[in-house]
């Protein structure tokens, strides 16, 4: 079952270097729609073979499709405003459960081949959506197609294109390609002088171009930016959710035997879905810190009753259930979500790419860890002591949230880079 489990993630990890690559090569808008092709392609395989190797390649190359996640985050971070950026960046989540829903209902009530030939309409559908939609109006500057750009802020801001907001929008972008970083970080200035080198409108066009690897080894905060995302991620994903999606089903048999197995599925679905809209309508009022810190403790206290509960038994079987989709709506409610926002707002564009790429592939490896290690942990020290450990890395996530990340809340790329120099300002101060 953990073999199975992890197939879509080893599909995610091979395919997901080349979204940074697709992203700044291509574009996000055909980017997305280019990674849309792989569950076509799977969902057509599945419904015109009985191979059962087939049906494994298929599920496989559909993890290619999957990677694309850090395409939408991308390309929704980029033309959303600061202000909603939170609360749309994290559609990428809720609608993977609300798809999630979906399918889990098709697959009750409908037929074999009906569902298939539905999800590979639905495939077909999402890249015919995506056609009239205009570029992301940030990597139409980076290539310096200001009239194109003006167009797209105007489509998505619903303004003229000739308005004020668009150029203002225009200047905003052009700051963040332009980052003075180095001068802040080379400079004795003090914090508002740092913030006012950053407000400036004149932007310094670059003499000669850098590729993203470049742009990072030299960008101090984009460095910490990376490390704070990759942290985020992995611990967030150690926290055992991904056990209990692949996992439901037999602890469900045992908790409420006389339930359906699919019913339990869509449960624990709109449990997910649920929670991942709160989360959204709470991003952009409590912070990113407050939600991660808060959900991540409540996750673990949740981990350890469940754990007690394997071992001991100290609860009715139903209990078990009950527990289970109150983890997963209170780790569903930010812990979840929020390493995917920060994901898509930290980075400056030049390297947007590539830190959601690496990002992205911190997401399948410890998903394929998490899995693997979890039956020699429950061989070894049992199944409630699986969720003693997960529990540690609850708790080991609230720490990190609460001390050492900043808040992003309803801030520019640009101004997000600042905090993340200031941290540095202040370790260069201690030294």
Not at 156 to 174: F, M, N, W
Not at 229 to 253: H, N, R, W
Not at 403 to 430: V, Y
Request: hydrophobic share 50%; charged share 15%; proline share 3%.
């Amino acid at each position: 079952m953990s073999l199975l489990g992890s197939i879509v993630n080893i599909g995610g990890l091979i395919a997901t270097p080349l979204c940074g690559y697709a992203v700044d090569k291509i574009g996000r808008k055909y980017s997305a729609m280019l990674f849309g092709l792989p569950f076509v392609i799977s969902w057509a395989l599945i419904a015109a073979t009985t191979s059962f190797y087939t049906v494994l390649f298929a599920v496989g190359l559909s993890g290619f499709g999957a990677a694309g996640q850090a395409v939408s985050t991308v390309y929704i971070s980029e033309i959303a405003q600061d202000s909603i950026r939170g609360a749309l960046t994290s559609s990428t989540v809720y609608g993977f459960f609300f798809g999630l829903l979906m399918s889990y209902t098709f697959g009750g009530y409908m037929s074999y081949y009906s569902v298939l030939y539905t999800h590979l309409a639905l495939s077909v559908l999402y890249i015919l959506m995506l056609i009239p939609l205009k570029e992301s109006p940030c990597y139409l500057l980076m290539l310096e197609k200001e009239k194109e750009a003006a167009e797209s802020i105007a489509f998505y801001q619903r303004v003229d294109v000739s308005s004020k907001e668009v150029e203002l929008e225009i200047q905003k972008i052009k700051l963040q390609l332009g980052s003075k970083e180095d001068k802040i970080l080379k400079s004795d200035a003090d914090t508002q002088e740092a913030e006012d080198l950053l407000k400036k409108t004149s932007v310094e066009s670059n003499e000669k171009k850098e590729t993203a690897w470049q742009f990072l080894k030299r960008s101090r905060s984009s460095q910490r930016a990376l490390i704070a995302v990759f942290t985020v991620m992995s611990l967030t994903i150690l926290m055992g959710s991904i056990v209990l999606q692949v996992y439901a089903e037999p602890l469900f048999k045992e908790a409420v035997p006389t339930m359906h197995p699919n019913t339990c599925s869509i449960l624990m679905a709109v449990t997910y879905l649920t929670a991942a809209l709160l989360c959204a309508s709470m991003l952009d009022k409590f912070g990113r810190k407050a939600l991660l810190t808060v959900t991540s403790i409540l996750t673990g206290i949740s981990n350890i009753i469940l754990g007690t509960q394997l071992n001991l038994h100290w609860a009715p079987h139903w209990f078990t259930a009950f527990i289970i989709y109150g983890s997963s709506f209170v780790y569903n409610l930010g812990a979840a979500i929020v390493p995917f926002v920060l994901t898509a707002e930290v980075f400056l564009p030049q390297v947007r790419g590539l830190g959601n790429s690496v990002a992205m592939a911190t997401m399948w490896i410890m998903n394929w860890v998490t899995l693997i290690i979890f039956n020699p942990i429950v061989e070894w020290w049992g199944l409630g002591s699986a969720f003693y450990f997960f529990s540690f890395m609850c708790f080991l996530s609230a720490a990190y949230g609460q001390f050492c990340l900043p808040e992003t809340k309803g801030l520019s790329a640009d101004e997000i880079q600042l905090l993340f120099l200031k941290e540095k300002r202040n370790d260069t101060q201690k030294v």
